[in-house]
């Protein structure tokens, strides 16, 4: 394999159970296009835990895209990775049948979630899926304080990142044609958001 790959630790943590919820939620077949893709290693064994999906990744980040497609050799079903901002209001793919977004949301200014969402807007169909995986505070309150030292730290490093208020994501989502379906508890104290096109 290229000595392109980066590694992310939490990956191997988290991914069983991000699959889990995957096998679910996601269509039997179709597109499923991730933003911040990161390093690739959850898109290239999410691709080859469900065969019958097709997947596009995507990061604006040059050194990310090398890795993700390092990671994705020999994964029929991974498309190459793309360059996709978040928050920008065009986006180089027409149509996705479900998205996903995997620790973004709090490393990236709150421009990036409002352009993710209407991203999902314009791309998805009634019925797809926008799948949010992260920590999120509810009604204010971090959910423990680990998430709270953890939200301090982002804030510190960058003042326009920070963990995000799940009602606020929601009431986003809302105004864009998305409902807030499910929401489960998760490792480490994260949380799977499901959200659907209406």
């Known amino acids: ?3 392109a790959r ?17 096998r679910a939620a996601l269509p ?15 898109i290239a064994f999410f691709a080859r835990n469900l065969p019958r999906l097709d997947w596009q990744p995507s990061d604006p980040d040059g050194a990310a895209r090398r890795s993700i497609a390092a990671w ?7 498309r190459p990775p793309i360059a996709i901002d978040a928050a920008a209001a065009d986006w180089p793919i027409a149509a996705a049948d479900a998205m996903l977004c995997i620790n973004m949301v709090h490393i990236s200014p709150w421009s990036a979630t409002e352009g993710l969402v209407a991203g999902a807007s314009r791309l998805l169909s009634a019925g797809g899926l926008l799948y949010l995986y992260g920590p999120f505070s509810r009604e204010g309150r971090h959910s423990a304080a680990s998430n709270a030292a953890f939200d301090a ?18 009431a986003l989502a809302d ?12 490792p480490a104290n994260n949380l799977s958001v ?3 096109r209406r």
């Open 175 to 186: 105004a864009h044609t998305l409902g807030l379906e499910r929401v489960i508890e998760m």
């Open 153 to 170: 730290d982002l804030r510190a490093r960058d003042p326009a990142w920070g963990v995000r208020d799940l009602e606020a994501v929601a």
């Open 194 to 196: 499901l959200l659907r």
């Open 6 to 22: 980066r590694h992310a630790p939490a990956t191997l943590r988290n991914r069983e159970a991000i699959l889990d919820v995957l």
């Open 72 to 78: 994705a050799k020999g994964v029929a079903n991974v």
């Open 28 to 42: 039997a077949r179709g597109l499923v296009l991730e933003l911040a893709s990161g390093s690739g290693e959850h």
């Open 1 to 3: 394999m290229s000595d």
